[in-house]
């Protein structure tokens, strides 16, 4: 009798569980030695031989090789599994058994925390004040935020349209997220495909006729930002306790485009109509995408590649084989002896995105590079943080360290500790 206790944790899904135990059962009827299996989870990678409760419970423990789909170390001819898998490509309608969408429920269920320990800080680990920039707390976000993230979920379950197995609603319109981020397409244009698209599909279809309500529904992901307002001679920011201010206390200039619209001693309150910011910083938190980089088991184990998976060649083929590396862990040996802490490398430079130089805009992206990643991974574009955008008539030149106290302020937090989960490690 197989024991079934070790099912009862809840980091896996039901599906995933339910392949699991499909795989046990076979497992049992096909042993090899004397009633023992080799194991298919990452540890043992189907060298080491164990009995069948064992094996439950390494998959739980570590995963089962994703790759391992063809089960032929455990007496499964590859003709046979591939007839079974064109069979269930064929008669299968149910969106959550392809392994593409399958993934993106894992990814997205990773992404927002779903099924990991209650931390001992909030969910994101951002302090509510650092959220809303001085603004009153709404205690109904988080609510709002659990049934958008609920929504999400459930549309993954959900075909594109009556009869797909290749895209649900939100694969299909992540997809033409990608599109719209590479290619430069405007909100309208967006809008305009998604009507076409809508009355060019079957009846029944799960595309969202407009820009604003695929915005609404992608937005349970939490990758937004937050606007701070900032003096147009780049002198401060009007963030933390200057957050309420409405004129720059070096040169004087408003905080707004016209300075006629509010008296000089007037405050600005929930009550009153802003006009609009001179010049506004667009800034990305920090520390959720580095959770979300360990709370995904796509990228967990690979932030710990710096110290657990680097190959000593003596040559320098990462920022980890350098000097300056190895004085800053001598410095700090307590920060060093944890290699899930991450190092950082930052980044900016400024251009004109319109393409003329008659046009009087600088834009400047500040980068972080995260270099506990592999040196194959870490410099590509899709591992790149992007921190915060500084828009303007002209650059910010030495001045660009005003907009920098956002990102101080989590390094800071960071730096004296933040609880995250490591999925690699459950």
């Given amino acids: ?99 593409n969408e399958a993934n993106l429920r894992d990814l997205i269920t990773d992404a927002l925390g779903i099924n990991i320990p209650t931390l001992n800080e909030s969910s994101d680990g951002v302090s ?9 707390y709404d205690v109904n976000e988080a609510q709002r935020t659990a049934e958008r993230e609920t929504t999400l ?8 349209y009556p009869g797909c197995v290749k895209f649900s609603c939100v694969s299909f319109l992540l997809r033409l997220y990608h599109f719209k981020a590479l290619y430069g397409w405007s909100a309208k244009s967006l809008t305009c495909l998604l009507e076409f698209l809508n009355e060019a599909f079957p009846d029944g279809n799960t595309i969202p006729t407009t820009y604003y ?9 939490n990758l937004g930002y937050v606007k701070i307002d900032a003096c147009p001679n780049d ?11 409405i004129s720059c206390d070096v040169c004087k200039s408003s905080r707004w485009q016209s300075s ?46 710096h110290r657990e998976g680097r190959t000593k060649y003596g040559i320098l083929r990462h920022p980890a084989d350098g000097s300056a590396w190895d004085t800053f862990d001598k410095r700090f040996p307590n920060f060093a002896s944890d290699p899930r802490n991450v190092r950082l490398g930052l980044a900016s430079d400024g251009f004109n995105p319109f393409r ?11 980068l972080l590079i995260p270099y506990n990643l592999e040196p194959w991974v870490c410099m590509k574009q899709s591992s790149m943080i992007l921190s915060m955008v500084i828009l303007g008539e002209k650059g910010p030149g030495n001045d660009i360290d005003i907009y920098m106290q956002p990102l101080i302020k989590e390094l800071k937090q960071l730096w004296i500790g933040v609880d995250a989960f490591d999925s690699s490690a459950s």
């Avoid at 309500?213 to 992901?221: R, T």
């Avoid at 002198?235 to 201010?245: E, Q």
């Avoid at 003329?356 to 500040?366: A, K, L």
């Fill in 213 to 221: 309500e695929a915005k609404k529904k992608i937005s349970a992901l």
């Fill in 153 to 160: 979920l459930d549309d993954c379950d959900i075909p594109f």
């Fill in 128 to 136: 509510r004040e650092f959220q809303n920039n001085g603004r009153e």
């Fill in 1 to 99: 009798m197989v024991d079934k206790s070790w099912m009862d944790a809840p980091r896996f899904s039901t599906n995933h569980l339910a392949g699991i135990e499909r795989f046990l059962s076979f497992a049992i009827k096909k042993s090899l030695f004397n009633g023992k299996n080799y194991c298919p989870c990452h540890h043992c990678n189907n060298r080491i031989l164990h009995e069948p409760h064992i094996v439950g419970k390494h998959l739980h423990l570590h995963g089962i090789i994703k790759e391992y789909k063809q089960w032929i170390f455990h007496r499964e001819s590859i003709e046979r599994t591939l007839v079974q898998t064109n069979q269930t490509v064929r008669t299968s309608l149910s969106i959550s058994t392809c392994d």
């Fill in 235 to 245: 002198c401060m920011v009007y963030w933390g306790d200057a957050s309420k201010k």
């Fill in 260 to 305: 006629n619209e509010l008296d000089a001693d007037e405050q600005v309150d929930g009550s009153c109509r802003r006009p609009k910011p001179a010049k506004v910083l667009r800034y990305f938190h920090l520390i959720p995408r580095l959770k979300r980089l360990f709370q995904s088991s796509k990228t967990s184990q690979s932030m710990r590649w």
């Fill in 356 to 366: 003329t130089m008659s046009t009087s805009h600088s834009t400047w992206p500040v």
